[in-house]
């Protein structure tokens, strides 16, 4: 049965798809062990079962999340889109949206600049325009603007593709982008692709990524494909190119899509010898999509972090391109180059800390944040909380090699304070409590300055391939050693500066009693005496 459908130009969401939750709190082997069942339970309703409790629509079982009353903050799908298409070097991104939803093109614009200069290519700025929406376009529609604006995208600056991205906007007002992209893409003779990414149409902004790579494997991929056995794509953001050095010893050139892709690198995707990715979460849906369509495999393993980790890649690696041989003499040589400056590194990290073990928190997008434990559990560093920012039960193919929370407890062990949380700061400070860590590892930099008020130092992980291979365990570890001597400064700031919060909440030991018991919303403040340094909580909860 086929999991990605191109005949249709939308993409199912994540939740319905996959599976996926953004709430949830307990032990790691828990949740994998319901998204186990989870799995196997879709998988027989496929033969008819009508569902459970959890999913009275039928469908299998699902998760049971913690459906909190409200969200502080979070992203959008259209936010993705941008910084997915929006990063691609010949072609144009047209925003059909107000201008609002154009709030964080400078951002976006500095990372494919930064992006640009890792991997070598000449900088440039963003190519995002918005078609401006007004007052006036909600009530009688926008789409002569959105026409006029692909014809003006057109004759400036002549691209090779055009994408349109649907907003909030644009969805409830109905505007119809695919039939104006069809027939805009017949009078200027380039591909215009329609983008379905609504900010509200899914819980998690992870979908953004598979709209995105819905579009390019539908409309731009190479139909026709002539294949190239010596490519290799891989689904990445805009990390600096290791990977090139990792796959030479099995002589393969490496394709990086869709962040500083050309359209030429897109199209010969369909092309390539395999596919894959520096986390299932971003390059899931592409690589399924690709293995689907063009009969492209897809890496049937976890992902290259750690030790264990980047073993089981690159042997996957190898039996997927036919050359097995030619892999065991390089992971021994990279053992025997890289293993003794872990260990050294083990040594010196506990030393540092005072003979004691060092403890750590990840908090980072779901598979990646699996994998970035895994390296530093190789530098013996004690890791026994994390918050991923949302979890997919099983990934778009459902190989059970990519299992990438299963690969983490069997190659390292379980984890107590396992939160599913997509970057909620009132949350942090209390599940940052509970383990008291000696250090971060943060990306979405946002709740960064949370863990600081708290004294935690924090590595913001902006370069997402950092920690690749072996050799990132020992830049991971040289890392660490400069974040933790910042320890002394986040202790002096945790001095000065107070986090926004109420006593009463800061001392909660549960971090989703408002999911629990969501009436505490509708009761007086609980009072907190400060003055005798008691607090005094009111027992809302039996």
Known sequence: MSKVNLRLANVENREARLGSIVSWDGKASELSRLSQEQNESREISRNGCSGCAGNK??????????????????????????????????????????????ANHPRFDLGFKIGLIRRHKPVESIRIFS?????????FGASDKLRQSIRDAFNRYAPKAIFISMSCSTAIIGEDIGAIASELEEEIGIPVVPLYCEGFRSKHWSTGFDISQHGIVRQIANKNPVRQPDLINIVALWGTDYFTDMLKPLGLRVNYIIDMASFEELQQTSEAAATATFCHTLGSYMATALEEEYGIPQIKGPQPYGIKGTDDWLRAVARTVGKDGQIEDYIKEQ???????????????????GGKTVRGFVSTGSSFAHAMIEVVRDLGVDVNGSIVFHHDPTYDAGYPEQETLQHLIDASGDIDYFTVSKTQQFQFAGLLKRVNPDFIIIRHNGLAPVAAKLGIPSFAMGDEHFPLGYEGIV???????????????NNVLKRHVKLPYTEWWLNQPDQFILAKHPEILDEPEPVVETTKKKTVIKEVIA
């Open 335 to 353: 053992h025997e180059k890289w293993l003794p400056e872990i260990e050294k590194l083990k040594i010196k990290l506990k030393e540092f800390n």
């Open 475 to 489: 830049r991971t570890g040289n890392a660490l050693l400069d974040i933790l001597a910042r320890k002394k400064f």
């Open 131 to 139: 078609t401006n929406l007004l007052e006036k376009d909600m009530v």
């Open 57 to 102: 629509k039928g469908g299998g079982c699902r998760i049971n999340e913690l459906n909190m009353p409200f969200n502080q903050q979070t992203m959008c799908n259209n936010a993705i889109v941008a910084c997915q298409i929006g990063n691609l070097t010949d072609c144009i991104l047209i925003e059909h949206s107000p201008i609002g939803c154009s």
